[in-house]
């Protein structure tokens, strides 16, 4: 038999959780369609870019947001077969979770949440494109996040000195 804690939480505990996932910007583009799909293609080249941004909602909600933008481009006769952009967003839910806590949670926790909801509509739209699905790999945001973090460090450390 398995015991089931049914304590309430006294109102100082921490609280974390995920309340929403929604879609705030969507778009693909298949330009050269049908054409692209007639002829021969090569390997394509996949261009991308994925950045995160947050902001408060109000004292207990932060929106977490993930911006992925593709491109790919046939190799062989160097035309752009599509173009997709996602934006998608969480909203979380967070109470009494102390200050040292907050920045790794919004740059790591919650976009590893949303990440797998991205790649899923990413690989659904290029798919529902026409193309072989495009998978996006794994993303590290705890080691992204520490990059950031010492990237910042050195621009404040160079604007020191050049003061």
Do not use: W
């Amino acid at each position: 038999m398995t015991d089931i804690d049914t304590t309430t939480p006294d109102e100082n505990t921490p609280v974390f959780s995920l309340q929403k996932l929604y879609t705030r910007d969507i778009s693909f583009e298949n330009p050269n369609a049908p054409f692209v799909f007639a002829g021969s293609m090569g390997q394509p080249k996949i261009d991308m870019n994925l950045s995160t941004k947050n902001r408060q909602i109000d004292a207990e909600h932060c929106e977490v947001t993930i911006k992925v933008s593709a491109q790919a481009h046939d190799t062989e006769n160097d035309k752009l077969l599509f173009e997709v952009e996602v934006e998608y967003a969480g909203l979380f839910y967070m109470k009494n979770i102390p200050e040292e806590h907050l920045e790794i949670l919004l740059g790591v926790d919650c976009p590893a949440t949303i990440f797998p909801y991205v790649r899923q509509l990413i690989s659904q739209l290029t798919g529902d494109g026409g193309f072989i699905p495009l998978m996006l790999d794994p993303v590290n945001f705890s080691a992204a996040f520490e990059h950031n973090r010492q990237q910042i460090a050195a621009q404040e450390k160079a604007a020191e000195t050049t003061h």
